[in-house]
Each structure stands twice: as structure tokens, then as C-alpha cells.
């Protein structure tokens, strides 16, 4: 069965950092794009961040641009989500996601929750002021 399983959140005082990881199970998402996206309370889901098949190409959205940073590890069937000088606006649980619409995409890269077609069970961040 495939899956995503993130892991990596925590507790966190503003202006720390954590990594997220999100980790693929039960077949192989090396060939797709994928995203992290973010969910707070009260709010509906947001995009954070997107990277290629093979990393060439990334895009975030502005309120993390400079702060967070997506990569990948297609050998560990793992993406990241670097996460610096946090906030605490930045609260929320992260989910990552995999766009298997198409295979070998460079780009453009989708922010639309519904373009990605599997999701993993989320992780908490809290960041405390």
C-alpha cells in the first residue's frame, strides 16, 4: 500500500528550526512532483512549497521565501522541509502530498490541494512567541 508518513514536527520558540521529513512507502515517487502544504486551525489548507521530480525546480509561497527551504532525497524516497526562523503564524499541521498527474515534470509546479492526489496523516508544528 503506498504511503506518505511525515515526521519532524515539534514544539519550537520563535525564530528555531526544525526539518520535516516525508518519507514514501509501498512504491516509488522519484517520477512526481511533490508539495508540502499547511493547515492551521479555523483555516483552510494552504501551499507552502513544491519541488520537481528531481529537484530542479522548487517553488514556495512568498510568506516562507528565504525562511523554508524544500528538497528531496529520491534514494531515501524522502522530501524535506527545512524550516528556519520560524513564526508563530507559521503554526499548523504540515501534510505532505504527491502530484501524480504527470511523470517527469520540471515545471511548472501546482499550489492547488486538489492536483495532488495523495497525502500523508500530517504533522504538528507549534511555535511559541
Known amino acids: 500500500q503506498e504511503q506518505l508518513v511525515e515526521s519532524g514536527g515539534g514544539l519550537v520558540q520563535t525564530g528555531g528550526s526544525l526539518r520535516l521529513s516525508c518519507a514514501a512507502s509501498?512504491?516509488?515517487?522519484?517520477?512526481?512532483?511533490m508539495g508540502w502544504f499547511r493547515q492551521a486551525p479555523g483555516k483552510e489548507r494552504e501551499f507552502v512549497a513544491a519541488i520537481s521530480w528531481i529537484g530542479l525546480t522548487t517553488y514556495a509561497v512568498d510568506s516562507v521565501k528565504g525562511r523554508f527551504t524544500i528538497s528531496r532525497d529520491n534514494a531515501k524516497n524522502t522530501v524535506y522541509l527545512h524550516m528556519n526562523s520560524l513564526k508563530p503564524e507559521d503554526t499548523a499541521v504540515y501534510y505532505c502530498?504527491?502530484?501524480?498527474?504527470?511523470?517527469?515534470?520540471?515545471?511548472?509546479?501546482?499550489?492547488?490541494?486538489?492536483?495532488?492526489?495523495?497525502w500523508g496523516q500530517g504533522t504538528q508544528v507549534t511555535v511559541s512567541a
Open positions: 502530498a504527491a502530484d501524480r498527474s504527470v511523470a517527469y515534470r520540471n515545471g511548472p509546479l501546482s499550489s492547488v490541494p486538489n492536483e495532488y492526489d495523495c
Open positions: 509501498g512504491r516509488s515517487f522519484a517520477n512526481y512532483a
